[in-house]
């Protein structure tokens, strides 16, 4: 059972059709990291499979929509680490790693959050986009993320400068490779999860909540373990 914490928040309210921010096929972000449970069903609507292989969600305003799914939903990127941002001295690994990510989920807007950028403000890391990793993963090596505990006296440092650059999915994305882990559920809800996006209307998702005239307005945010099945009351 999830467990969620009700409060009063009170946001700005823009238009119903949002302005999204427009990012370069390479450039930088952020990257933070949340758990996904095993066969779970993201706000994109890709398959319980698809958990099983790299994916992260997208911060809201490049995801492109502030509910179920948007263009962001099914692109992938390959995602390098070059440093971390909180500590300071800042930790740059002496080695490289990388790994190549399927957009499944939204990381909601709201506050100062990592997710938070809006077009013309950037995150407090100074980036419009945030990659939220799924991780742990199956797919992902436990020490995937590098550290020096003698240093700084803990393994996790939570946000990492990353370089990311579009990838095609079919050729670089490992849940390419599996027939179960392509597509979205067929269960009768909102969802769209295209197997290799380029940007084209004919192979990426609109914008949900600009097509059923879902708004960011005023009213009660919900904190929850849960993952983000309400993240547009966030918006």
Known sequence: MWFSLVFLAFFSSPSLAAEWIEYPADGTATLTHYTLPDGYIASCGCT????????????????????????GCGRCFKITLLDTYLPDPPFIPNVTKSVVIKVTDLCPAGGNGWCSAKPGKPNQGGQYINFDLAWPSPSIPDDF????????????????????????????????KSAAALGSVDDGSSVCCPANPTGSPNDTCPSFSDDNGIPC??????????????SWLNC
């Open 48 to 71: 319980g499979a698809s958990t099983r292989y790299p994916t992260a969600a997208m911060s809201q305003y490049a995801f492109g929509s502030s509910t179920a799914y948007g263009p």
């Open 145 to 176: 993320f590098p550290s020096n505990a003698a240093l700084y006296g803990f393994t996790d440092f939570g946000v990492w400068n990353v370089s990311y650059q579009s990838v095609d999915c079919l050729e670089s994305w490992a849940g390419a």
């Open 217 to 230: 307005v005023p009213r009660l945010s919900v904190i929850s373990l849960a993952p983000r099945t309400n």
